[in-house]
């Protein structure tokens, strides 16, 4: 079983910053990509950045020049540093892994619980 577990949600002034920790236990091979999606009261969930094991990242539009995603493949840890947070960035943010190669033909798709960041104007 592969669990994801986040870290480092909770409450902001606008212009704040935080930084979410998720890392990533139990029994697989490796992990090709980890990122971080976000879903807001009443919306569906959107993807907020990725990064793949050899260090390629991909950030959506909103979020460009404000949040870097970082990894430590050692620690099957990745980060994401959020600065100058927006009350539009209020949201529950999940941790996901995909694919994690828990055998050479079995993969799966994990996601964490999520960690809420709340941004106050």
């Known amino acids: 079983q592969v669990q994801l577990v986040e870290s480092g949600g909770g409450l902001v002034q606008a212009g704040g910053s935080l930084r979410l920790s998720c890392a990533a236990s139990?029994?697989?091979?490796?992990?090709?990509?980890m990122g971080w999606y976000r879903q807001a009261p009443g919306k569906q969930r959107e993807f907020v950045a990725r990064?793949?094991?050899?260090?390629?990242?991909n950030y959506a539009d909103s979020v460009k020049g404000r949040f870097t995603i970082s990894s430590d493949n050692a620690k099957n840890t990745v980060y994401l540093q959020m600065n100058t947070l927006k009350p539009e960035d209020t949201a529950v943010y999940y941790c996901?892994?995909?694919?994690?190669?828990?055998?050479?033909?079995?993969?799966?798709?994990?996601w964490g619980q999520g960690t809420l960041v709340t941004v106050s104007s």
């Open positions: 996901n892994a995909d694919p994690v190669v828990v055998s050479p033909y079995k993969y799966l798709e994990v």
């Open positions: 139990g029994s697989f091979l490796s992990i090709n990509r």
């Open positions: 990064i793949s094991n050899g260090g390629s990242t």
